[in-house]
């Protein structure tokens, strides 16, 4: 009897075949597989981070790419500071996102989190500068050295030890003076902001100047004469200068010669001035009673004038009004009259004084 089923072996094989294309669709899509080559660039790296083959490369933290390879070469510097040697990191970015790298893009090695895969981040500020070309090799910025960072803390924290243990330096005065110093920078900053702000901006006029003067010098050296007209003109005020800070050498020692007499003289002034105080200062400490006993007897004998001014005014008035003896014979004419014609008899015959007729 034919069997007309499909055969176990042709079920088998399709199931197998069928199994094996969905295993490398999971493998594209996990794994982000592309078929197409994509905008390829370099970035130099001092050190790697951590960083491995097949990491993201992410926009915005947006993955728009991975990394390809990476490779050990030399960075062909040799400063001081420098290292010798650097990782090259091979990144493979999708076309639609190349746009979005610049040349003056950054390009960071950091982490999704605390205890996350390491991957570059492209971090574009402005899109002013021109795209970066295919293939290029750029530098990206060094991640920090978790180790050199822990050293160098160890060290600052043994001098800080050494510090607080030293016998001779107590560690109150030490964070007074700290304290101290740090507000005593921060009071002359800030009462010198003014000044602060005045020389930034003399600093900024002063680059401005020498900017135009470069552009002068640039349009003079083209036939050479303007410059050489400058040169004759610097070595003549050269020369003027160096007359002119002989002469006022010799006036500056003349006017030395003249004024160092009289500040000997003003020296010498000031001296007798202050002995002259200071004697008038001990005389009259020590005469100060005789000096109050003196002012209160000026007092007393200004009441006195006082009172005999009121006196005297009272006597001129009662003159004036006709009281008293002096008031009735300045003021009565009929002994006026009798008193002249005695003075005109006795000029006339003055025996008359000695005995009568």
């Not at 295919?134 to 530098?139: A, N, P, T, Y």
């Not at 001035?273 to 000096?291: F, M, Q, T």
């Amino acid at each position: 009897m034919q069997n007309k089923g499909m055969p176990i072996e042709v079920k088998v094989g399709a199931l197998v075949l069928f199994s094996l294309g969905l295993l490398v669709a999971f493998v594209f899509v996990l794994g982000d597989f592309s078929l197409s080559r994509g905008f390829e660039f370099n970035v130099d790296f001092d050190n790697a981070g951590g960083l491995k083959p097949g990491a993201d490369v992410a926009i915005a933290g947006f993955n728009v790419g991975t990394v390809q390879e990476l490779q050990f070469r030399e960075s062909g510097r040799t400063g001081p500071g420098e290292s010798a040697v650097a990782v090259r990191a091979k990144l493979s970015v999708r076309e639609e996102y190349s746009d979005s790298i610049r040349e003056s893009s950054k390009y960071y090695i950091t982490t999704s989190g605390v205890l996350g895969e390491p991957y570059i981040e492209i971090v574009t500020e402005s899109l002013d500068a021109p795209p970066i070309a295919d293939g290029s090799s750029v530098r990206g910025v060094d991640p920090p050295r978790m180790d050199m960072i822990v050293s160098r803390g160890a060290k600052l924290l043994e001098v800080l030890i050494d510090l607080l243990e030293n016998p001779e330096i107590s560690t109150k005065d030490l964070i007074k003076n700290t304290a101290t110093l740090v507000a005593t920078i921060n009071d002359i900053l800030s009462s010198n902001r003014a000044d602060i702000d005045g020389t930034v901006a003399g600093l900024r006029r002063s680059v401005d100047k020498a900017d135009t003067l470069l552009a002068a010098l640039n349009l003079g050296v083209e036939d050479g004469q303007p410059i050489n007209e400058l040169i004759v003109d610097l070595r003549a005020s050269a020369k003027d200068l160096r007359r002119t800070s002989s002469s006022a050498r010799r006036i500056a020692d003349e006017v030395d010669g003249r004024i160092k007499p009289t500040l000997d003289e003003v020296d010498s002034t000031l001296k007798t001035a202050r002995a002259v105080a200071d004697s008038a200062d001990r005389l009259i400490v020590a005469n100060e009673p005789k000096l109050t006993r003196a002012i209160d007897d000026v007092e007393i004998a200004a009441a006195n004038a006082k009172t005999i001014s009121a006196d005297g005014k009272a006597i001129v008035a009662k003159v004036k009004n006709g009281e008293g003896t002096v008031g009735q014979l300045l003021n009565d004419r009929e002994i006026y009259d009798d008193l002249k014609e005695l003075m005109r008899q006795i000029k006339r015959k003055p025996w008359k004084i000695i005995w009568k007729e």
